[in-house]
């Protein structure tokens, strides 16, 4: 929902029908994060009380190719790389925080970056899969200006405790290359 804020944001004096399409898709998504705040709070029911039908999944990593077609109105382009990524054998809770890691990132880009081209490269490394999001915004300075004009929120913070729910890692900062980069290792085993 709030990547289409973002890009009707964007769009909306220039293009008004692009936003009235991202203020729907908006409204969808907040009927289908609606579901998942019940199904969740169905989880965390009482074990003597019934448990009902669980609906949908979380997303995950086929979800992600969604996402970012759910940007297509806006002006930042996209681009997936899944250097041999396959879902089967990746956690749920992975290919969740994965997917949320993802989200986040392109939705920093969006609202705060300038950006025109963002990279999301999924990568499996040494026991990990490795998620990866650089856009070419502008340098630190222009975010910021960015940022202080729209309300703030818990964006890197957030990302960091969702690769820290699966005992995994995330940096963020400018990015050597120029524009910005989130790079989070994600274990697929547990590791004590």
Known sequence: MVVQ??????????????A???????????????????????TVRPLDEPDGHH??????????????????GTALEVVVRSDGVERAGIPAGV???????????????LRHAGAQRAEVQLRLAGGDLLVEVRDDGGPPASRLTR????????????MRERAALVHGSLEAGPDPAG????????PLEERT
């Open 95 to 109: 290919q969740v925080s994965a997917y949320r890691i993802v989200q986040e990132s392109l939705t920093n880009t």
């Open 179 to 186: 524009g910005f980069r989130v790079r989070a290792r994600l």
């Open 5 to 18: 804020a973002a890009a009707a944001d964007d769009v909306f004096d220039a293009d008004p029908a692009r």
């Open 147 to 158: 940022a202080k004009a729209r309300p703030q929120g818990h964006g890197i913070v957030g």
């Open 55 to 72: 609906g949908e999944p979380q997303p995950g990593l086929g979800d992600i190719d969604r996402l970012v077609e759910s940007l297509s």
């Open 20 to 42: 009235r399409q991202a203020v729907r898709r908006m409204e969808a998504y907040g009927r289908e994060a609606m579901g998942e705040l019940r199904r969740f709070l169905r």
